[in-house]
Structures are given as structure tokens and as C-alpha cells.
């Protein structure tokens, strides 16, 4: 059950991270998409605004060059001299002199402006100013209307921007080539700020592919050289700008391909040139991955606690439902109080297992268990103690058995084993006996040492039985044969058990009626005096005369009325009934002392002190005319518990007596403790003496403790003379038995010892 919860609390937590992680990757997945492409856009953007500012560069310089060429009073001397066809070198030089000051007056207030150079209309130089690159491009018709480009200069590379000198009338008059220094535009390429770190910026100039970066110190410097300075491939910086729009790609850089980059590309608007920058891929989208991070944590987080909140609610109800369940379940097939199958359960189990048996043809055997004397425990004890007991008795016979043995409680103190696949029955025998060996060590129950044994009855299919039902009973009915034969012991079913348990049965109604059809009787069996044989008392011994006329002696049927809760009636009956005919004698002229036997469950459970006051008021006997038996056995087993209670009777000025003394194992200090006035001593030490030296030293030894104790001391069972002078020659006081006479109804009894009796035996 705890495995089934474990199972479902994590299966639950699971389902809630998966479907967690994967709405995370649903709302993650666009979100980084969205994020890219903003971060696309954005640099796109800017990337365009950075090559608005280098084309607004370049303009600027062609605005100078405009207004350079534009300048009158020169185009005026220009247009004067080119127009003289006979003008002579002194006058090209006059011109060029006058013009050299006036135009580096007018590039002074550009600085980046560092050369000039102004050519007549044939191409041929007319004034050179500052720095001018040697080696010069041809420049055709077309180029020279505003063309912007990149030169090499010795120190670097200048950018050379053409513009042509026009008469007022717009006649060509030659042209200027002006050549701006690197600071401007490297000055704005080297701006780690704009792309982030890492970011490189190449300018692309017309008549391509020249790539510029900016440099250390502002110079320009072919992008080649810088790449290959690092060790990079330059193939791809180098691709043209052929789409014409700015447009962002991707591209690894080494030969490895793990140095991956993003090449934004943008056309200026100056024709052939072109901004590329190159960032690297980690930095520029690790911002998105960054964000993507934070929202992934709170994500997991937020999982996380929805997993750990489910699984808390989740654990508590799952117990209470399972709980509920394993209770609807478990209190319909296991007992409250020892959690073992119960009856239902376990004939469910049996017949199954009788399936099983009769299916692959093995033997199967039922244990059927009672507990000795449990009765006992629960009544003195108290019904809480004895219920532990029996959960205590439940886990010692669990752990004495095999898993797969099915052992239940029915009820009480009965438990029943089913064993299946046997080799041999004998092999019942063996885990019957291991039954009972478990229960042989005390228990501990509140303090109190319980010694508690069990009688074990078996039966085994198919022999005796093929459904769980008789098979069931018909253990039950070898547990009572064990009970009967000495306890503490198994036995298996016979079908002579079975009769004998039939007559049990029909006993057992039988004397539940016996009282108010008036069936027992009571029988008198004389008390004499040895010396003298003066008869003093009768022993009251109960019979009982069935509807079929068959006179059954108590042996045969006290225990069972113990055993049926009978004996309280029965004890009460015979009591009043005593006392009635010991009154009656008394008021016919024979007064004589009864004894009446008590049951040891009568001094125990019930009102015994009530019951023999009632018994002596009904009948108005006196009480030192009555006088009580309780068995030496139940002497010993219960003395601390009916101590007061005896106590109580002496008190009531009834005397008491110690019956079949000497077959228990009284001590002395126990029996001086006792309030008893009388010994009887158990008929088995007579029968024997004389003769038996063993039995002759018993008898001595108990006159001698008697007489020392200050008790009196009845015989029992004296047979005949010879034991009589026996018992008369140790001193006893007093006897009964067949030699006097046998028990005999009150009428017979009137009849010879009454005071007709008397009188005709004088
Ligand atoms: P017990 O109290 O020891 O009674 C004496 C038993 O010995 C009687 O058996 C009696 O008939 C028998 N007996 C007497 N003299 C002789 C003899 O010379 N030889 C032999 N062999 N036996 C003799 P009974 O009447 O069958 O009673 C048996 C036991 O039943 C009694 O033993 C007593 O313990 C019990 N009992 C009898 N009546 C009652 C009763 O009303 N209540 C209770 N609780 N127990 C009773
Ligand atoms: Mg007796
Ligand atoms: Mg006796």
C-alpha cells in the first residue's frame, strides 16, 4: 500500500515536471524567437544608422569638394586661361601660383582634408597641395563626376573624393581630387560600445573588395592584413555586397567552425561602399540567453513548488483514501482486534485452498485452536487484559507459522490454520506441537506473567472432509477431544470424537433444561466419627436424572456446566436445596452438618457470600451446619483472588473444608493462610492402605499437619474395614466412604440415619 502511494505521488510530481518543462518550452521557444529577432532588428538598425553616419561622412567630403571646385574668382582665372589657346607655361604657372594659396585657404577648414590636387580638363596636374598619392587610378569620363574611393597612400590608405570643376555655363574646366586622412571614419569603426564586445567594423570601399578596419591610432588599415594578423579566414568578410539591403547573416570564421560569428551587412548610399560588422555569435546572443535563463529558473522554481505543493496534498490524501480503503476492505476480512483473517475470511481462503487441493490431489490439514482456561483469565482479570493477551497470542502464533500458512481468528479465544500441501498428516501433528511450544514462555500482559496454553484439534482433507465447512467443525471437534483428554495437547479427528461430541452436545441442552424440569437431585453421603462412628454430616453430591431416565454422576457433567456458564445456577440450586433439607432433618429431630461442593468459578466470578447468605436465610439453617468443600486445585490457582471471599464466607460463621487434599501441591505457609477448619483427604491415598507404604506415609504426614494446624480431617472413599482401623489407628477423626455409606437420596437417607433409623440401627 505504502509502495502504491510512493508510486503515484511520484508519478503525479512527474507528470507536473514534464508538463511543466514542456509549456516551458512551448512559451520559451517563441519567446527566444521573438527576442532573436528583435535583437536582429535592432542591430540591423543599427548597423544602418552606423552606415547613415559614415555615408553622411563621405558627403560631407564631397560637400567640401564641391565647394572647393565651385569657388569663382578660380574657376574665373581657370576658365580665362583655358580659353587663351595660346597660353604659354609662364602663364600655367601664374595661374597654378595664384590658385596654390587660395585653395589651401579654403581646405583649412576641413582637417581631415589632407591633400588636393587640380587637373586642367586634359588630365594633366595643375596644382598639387599636401599629401597626394603617387601612383594614382586612371580616372575615366564618367568616374570623375563625384566618385568617392579609397587610394593607397604611403601611410595607409586616404579616401579620394573627385569632383569636377565647371565653367558658370557648365563647361568642364578640369577637376579636383581631394584626399581625406583616416581619422573621421576610423574613428567611428572603432567603437567597441556600439555591437557589443568583440564587435569588429570593416568598411567596404567601391572597386572592391577593400576592407578597412580602424586600426590602433586611427589609421586605416586593409582588412586583410589585420585578419590574417589574427589568424582568421577573410573569404567571407570579403563577400560582396551583391543584395543591396542590409541584410544579417551567419558564418564561422575558423577552419574548426567553432568561432561563430553574425555578419551584418549594410550598403551606404555612396555607390559600391558598404558597412560589415562582424560579432561574435556567444556575446551577441547570449543576452537573449541570458533572459531566457531567468525565465527558465523562474520556470523551474515555479515547478518546482507546484511538484512539491501536489506531492503534499497529494501524500495526506492518498493516505486518508487508502487508508479508507485498506479499513471498507480490511475490517470485512480481518479481525479488530488481532488484524488476523476472520471467519469469513478465512473459509473464503479454505475453500480456495481445497480447490487448489483437489485440483493437483495434495492433502490439506485445519488446525483448529482453543486456548486452555482463557475463560479464567478474562473473568479474573478483566476483559481489557485478556483482549491484549490475545493479540499477544495472535503475533506469537503468526511468527511461529510459514508466510503462506492462512492462520484467522473466529472469535473468542479460538484460531483456526489452514496448511496446504502436505506430504504426510503427521506432518500437522508436527506444526500443531510447534503451536503449542510457541505458547509455552509466559506473556507479559500489564505487568502480569501469563502462563496461558491451547488445545489443538485437526482434521485433514480429503479424509475427513471436503468443504471448509466440515472440515472446520470437525477440528473443532477434535480441539474439544484434546481439551477432554488433558489439555495443552492436539489431537486429530476420529469419528468416535465426533459421537462423543454429539453427546457433549445433546448434554449440553439437555442440563441447560435440567434445572427448571427439575431434573437434579441431590444425593447424601454420611459423615462418621471414627471413634465411636457417630454420624455427624452428609456430603450433598448432585445427579442428574435425564427425561430417559439415565442417572448421570457429576464427574460427567460439572465440568461441562462450568464450561456453559451453568454452574452458577446450578451451584446456587444445590446450596438452597441443601440447606432446605438440612433444615428439614434438623426440625424432624436429625441434626446433622451438610457439606456442599463449590465450584472454583462459583467462589471467583459470582456472589458466592450473597448467594450462601441467601441460601441460609431461605432455609433459616444455622450456619455452623454448613460447611463449604473447595478442591485443593483451585485452592492453589486462586487462593490471593478468593482469599477475601473465603474470608467472607468464614465470616458468615459456615465452616470451610479443602477437598481431594493432597492430590495438588498446597505448601504449608499457603494452607496456613487459608480459613479452612477441615481437611479431606482425597480418596486415591486410601484406597492403597494398607499396603502401600508410600500412601501410609502420605495419610500419617497429613493427620500429623492437621493436627498441627489445629484442622479437622475427613477420610474420603473408605471401602472397608481393615482401611477403617488403618485410619483409626494414625488417630484420623473422621471418614466417609462406601464401608458407612453410599450417597443415598434424602428419603433413604432419613430412613436410616433419621431418628427412626437411628433408632432401629440401636
Ligand atoms: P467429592 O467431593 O470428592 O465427592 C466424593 C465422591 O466420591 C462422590 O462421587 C462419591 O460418590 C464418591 N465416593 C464416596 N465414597 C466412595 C467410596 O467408598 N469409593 C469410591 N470409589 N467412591 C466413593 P460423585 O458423587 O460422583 O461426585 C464426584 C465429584 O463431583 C465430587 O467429588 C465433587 O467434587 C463433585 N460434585 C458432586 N456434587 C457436586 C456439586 O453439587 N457441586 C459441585 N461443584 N461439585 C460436585
Ligand atoms: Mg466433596
Ligand atoms: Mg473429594
Not at 68 to 87: F, G, N, Q
Not at 136 to 142: F, I, K, L, Q, S
Not at 195 to 205: H, K, N, Y
Amino acid at each position: 500500500m505504502k509502495r502504491a502511494q510512493r508510486r503515484i505521488v511520484s508519478l503525479a510530481t512527474l507528470g507536473i515536471l514534464v508538463t511543466g518543462a514542456l509549456v516551458g518550452l512551448a512559451t520559451a521557444w517563441p519567446l527566444y524567437q521573438a527576442h532573436r529577432q528583435g535583437l536582429e532588428t535592432v542591430t540591423l538598425m543599427s548597423a544602418s544608422a552606423q552606415a547613415e553616419s559614415l555615408d553622411h561622412l563621405l558627403a560631407r567630403y564631397r560637400d567640401v569638394a564641391r565647394q572647393i571646385a565651385s569657388r569663382s574668382e578660380l574657376r574665373c582665372r581657370l576658365e580665362t586661361y583655358l580659353e587663351d589657346p595660346a597660353a604659354t607655361g609662364e602663364e600655367r604657372e601664374a595661374l597654378a601660383a595664384f590658385m596654390a594659396p587660395r585653395l589651401v585657404d579654403a581646405m583649412l577648414p576641413s582637417p581631415d582634408l589632407v591633400g588636393l590636387e587640380r587637373r586642367d580638363p586634359a588630365g594633366r596636374p595643375l596644382v598639387t597641395i599636401g599629401r597626394v598619392p603617387d601612383s594614382r587610378p586612371p580616372v575615366d569620363g564618367a568616374e570623375a563626376a563625384g566618385q568617392t574611393r579609397l587610394v593607397p597612400a604611403e601611410e595607409g590608405l586616404l579616401v579620394e573624393v573627385t569632383a569636377p570643376v565647371l565653367s558658370r555655363e557648365g563647361r568642364p574646366l578640369g577637376s579636383d581630387r581631394l584626399y581625406f586622412g583616416p581619422r573621421g571614419i576610423a574613428e567611428m569603426l572603432d567603437d567597441p560600445e556600439r555591437f557589443g564586445e568583440g564587435a569588429r567594423q570593416w568598411l567596404l570601399a567601391p572597386s572592391g573588395p577593400v576592407l578597412l578596419a580602424a586600426g590602433p591610432g586611427g589609421a586605416l588599415v586593409p582588412a586583410e592584413a589585420e585578419a590574417e594578423a589574427d589568424g582568421r579566414r577573410t573569404e567571407r568578410l570579403g563577400e560582396a555586397l551583391a543584395s543591396g539591403r542590409a541584410e544579417l547573416t551567419h558564418a564561422t570564421l575558423d577552419e574548426e567552425g567553432d568561432d561563430a560569428a553574425v555578419l551584418v551587412r549594410v550598403p551606404l548610399a555612396t555607390p559600391g561602399w558598404g558597412l560589415l560588422v562582424q560579432i561574435p555569435a556567444r556575446g551577441f546572443y547570449g543576452v537573449v540567453y541570458h533572459e531566457l535563463l531567468w525565465a527558465a529558473m523562474v520556470v523551474l522554481v515555479l515547478m518546482a513548488l507546484g511538484a512539491l505543493a501536489t506531492a503534499r496534498v497529494i501524500s495526506p490524501l492518498l493516505t486518508r483514501i487508502t487508508d479508507q480503503a485498506g479499513r471498507l476492505r480490511h475490517s470485512a476480512h480481518f479481525d479488530a482486534l488481532t488484524g488476523l483473517p476472520n471467519r469469513a475470511y478465512l473459509n473464503r481462503r479454505l475453500a480456495l485452498a481445497l480447490e487448489r487441493a483437489e485440483e493437483d490431489d495434495s492433502a490439506l490439514a485445519v488446525l483448529f485452536l482453543d486456548l486452555d482456561h482463557f475463560k479464567d483469565i478474562n473473568d479474573s482479570l478483566g476483559h481489557p487484559l485478556g483482549d491484549r493477551l490475545l493479540q499477544a497470542v495472535g503475533r506469537r502464533l503468526r511468527r511461529a507459522v510459514r508466510d503462506e500458512d492462512a492462520l484467522g481468528r473466529l472469535g473468542g479465544d479460538e484460531f483456526v490454520l489452514v496448511l496446504e500441501h502436505l506430504h504426510e498428516p503427521a506432518d500437522a501433528g508436527r506444526v500443531a506441537q510447534k503451536l503449542i511450544d510457541a505458547l509455552l514462555q509466559p506473556f507479559i500482559v500489564d505487568q502480569h506473567e501469563i502462563f496461558i496454553g491451547a488445545s489443538i484439534g485437526i482434521s485433514v482433507s480429503p479424509r475427513d472432509g471436503r468443504d471448509a465447512g466440515e472440515l472446520i467443525q470437525r477440528a473443532d471437534t477434535a480441539m474439544y477431544g484434546a481439551k477432554a483428554l488433558k489439555r495443552n495437547t492436539w489431537m486429530f479427528y476420529t469419528p468416535a470424537l465426533a459421537e462423543a461430541s454429539r453427546e457433549r452436545f445433546t448434554m449440553d441442552t439437555g442440563l441447560r433444561r435440567a434445572l427448571e424440569r427439575q431434573e437434579l437431585v441431590l444425593h447424601y453421603q454420611p459423615q462418621a466419627r471414627v471413634e465411636g462412628s457417630r454420624v455427624f454430616g452428609a456430603e450433598a453430591l448432585v445427579r442428574w436424572t435425564t427425561p430417559e431416565g439415565e442417572v448421570i454422576g457429576p464427574g460427567r457433567f460439572i465440568a461441562l456446566a462450568e464450561e456453559a456458564g451453568l454452574i452458577h445456577h446450578i451451584g446456587r440450586w444445590v446450596l438452597g436445596e441443601a440447606c432446605r433439607q438440612a433444615r428439614e432433618w434438623e426440625l424432624a429431630g436429625l441434626p446433622l452438618r451438610v457439606a456442599v461442593n463449590l465450584s472454583g468459578l462459583q467462589v471467583v466470578q459470582g456472589d458466592i457470600v450473597g448467594d450462601v447468605r441467601d441460601a441460609l436465610e431461605q432455609s433459616g439453617l444455622s450456619p455452623a451446619r454448613l460447611e463449604l468443600e473447595i478442591t485443593e486445585g483451585f485452592v492453589i490457582g486462586h487462593a490471593d483472588e478468593g482469599l477475601e471471599r473465603l474470608n467472607g464466607l468464614r465470616r458468615l460463621g459456615v465452616e470451610l473444608a479443602v477437598d481431594d487434599f493432597g492430590t495438588g501441591y498446597s505448601s504449608l505457609s499457603y494452607l496456613k493462610r487459608l480459613p479452612v477448619q477441615c481437611l479431606k483427604i482425597d480418596r486415591s491415598f486410601i484406597s492403597d492402605v494398607p499396603g502401600d507404604p508410600d500412601d501410609e506415609t502420605i495419610v500419617a504426614a497429613i493427620l500429623s499437619i492437621a493436627e498441627r494446624l489445629g484442622l479437622d480431617v475427613i477420610a474420603e472413599g473408605v471401602e472397608d474395614a481393615t482401611q477403617l482401623d488403618f485410619l483409626r489407628s494414625l488417630g484420623c477423626p473422621a471418614y466417609q466412604g462406601d464401608y458407612l455409606s453410599p450417597p443415598l437420596t434424602a428419603a433413604e437417607f432419613a430412613k436410616r440415619w433419621g431418628t427412626e433409623g437411628l433408632a432401629r440401627e440401636a
